[in-house]
């Protein structure tokens, strides 16, 4: 068989009392290995193709890190330390890129996410939320949610409190990685899965959700919903929002593209091209009428503002004595035409 490799992920996770998986942590997670790196791993753990999740003792552990020396020392080292966990060990081996079929295989394509390997919309994750386990993550890790009970009781009985931070299929992204370059002011508020560009920061109201995020730098201190992407340059106002795939969006991506400006409390169903302003309060939906405004000001036509998806040096605004949303460019009156009679 062929020893090429989609990605790769070696790393430590939790069970719960079944022997089941909760979740992963993938120390560096590969993208397109190399040949080299892919036929030891193949020849060394027996793979025969596909996408698996393949459980690893000790031995089998420092087995793959001798084999690593020779191609990859870095991955080698991390086998080695991996080796002396008392935790479950896992090494998955994906083939190709194919709807994650186990939490494993899940966790490391979220992880290739926030460690920048993949963009959002890149990689395939349908499936993923019948795949992941609904979890409690505490103070003492990841724990099932029919065990939780027995473990505060356990805790308490030794004089402690076990601290339950979420319920939520998704753990905090900064639990797994932190990437270069960001500042996160509650790390609470953004998923593993999560793609933050060098120079982004997300300020304690700011949310960022798997799959979703910012080319950075940027300045989010609204909601990045599921599928939603910020170009760079471009801020999120405290309230704003973005309609994601998952809550309105359907198929339709919303983005932002670079330099746009979405006021407090405004938001955006529609992608937005360059240098875009969304004024505070308005949220702009797909549905909604927009008056087109010429040089002067005077309104030339009326527009749903889906046909406007994608146009750059836009500003969105509503009139404070009619209520009507407006749009206005800052190019010249030629440039204004030209976009104008585009949607004749």
């Not at 080698?76 to 186990?102: G, I, K």
């Not at 473990?151 to 409190?161: K, Y």
Request: charged share 15%; glycine share 12%; aromatic share 4%.
């Amino acid at each position: 068989m062929t020893t090429s490799l989609f990605s790769v992920g070696i790393g430590v996770g939790t069970h719960n009392s079944k022997g089941e998986w909760l979740e992963v942590f993938y120390p560096s997670p590969l993208i397109s290995p190399s040949a080299e790196v892919s036929k030891v791993l193949v020849d060394t753990l027996a793979f025969s193709g596909g996408n698996h999740a393949i459980g690893l003792d000790a031995a089998r552990m420092i087995a793959l890190s001798e084999a690593l020396k020779s191609v990859d020392a870095e991955l080698a080292q991390t086998c080695a330390t991996l080796s002396s966990s008392t935790q479950p060990l896992v090494a998955t081996l994906l083939s190709n890129d194919e709807a994650p079929a186990s939490v494993p295989e899940v966790y490391l394509k979220l992880h290739l996410l926030s460690h920048r390997l993949v963009k959002p919309h890149t990689i395939k994750l349908d499936g993923m939320f019948g795949v992941l386990p609904n979890v409690a993550w505490t103070n003492q890790g990841a724990i099932a949610i029919d065990e939780l009970t027995e473990r505060q009781l356990e805790a308490r009985l030794q004089g402690g409190v076990l601290e339950v931070m979420s319920v939520d299929k998704f753990p905090k992204m900064a639990n797994y990685v932190v990437p270069g370059g960001v500042r996160v002011a509650h790390t609470a508020r953004v998923r593993l899965g999560a793609y933050l560009g060098e120079g982004t920061t997300i300020m304690h109201e700011g949310f960022v959700n798997f799959n979703a995020g910012t080319e950075g730098p940027g300045m989010v201190e609204g909601r990045i919903s599921a599928g939603v992407m910020l170009g760079a340059g471009s801020d999120l106002g405290g309230g704003a929002s973005t309609m994601g795939t998952l809550s309105g969006g359907n198929n339709v991506i919303i983005s932002l593209g670079k330099e746009c400006l979405v006021g407090a409390n405004a938001g955006v169903g529609i992608p937005l091209g360059d240098r875009c302003t969304v004024e505070a309060g308005l949220y702009i939906t797909a549905g909604s009428i927009v008056a087109m405004l010429d040089d002067k000001g005077a309104a030339v036509k009326n527009v749903k503002a889906r046909e406007l998806a994608g146009q750059s040096d836009l500003l969105f605004r509503r009139n404070s004595k009619t209520g009507a949303i407006e749009a206005l460019t800052n190019k010249s009156a030629i440039e204004l035409n030209e976009a104008l009679h585009a949607h004749n």
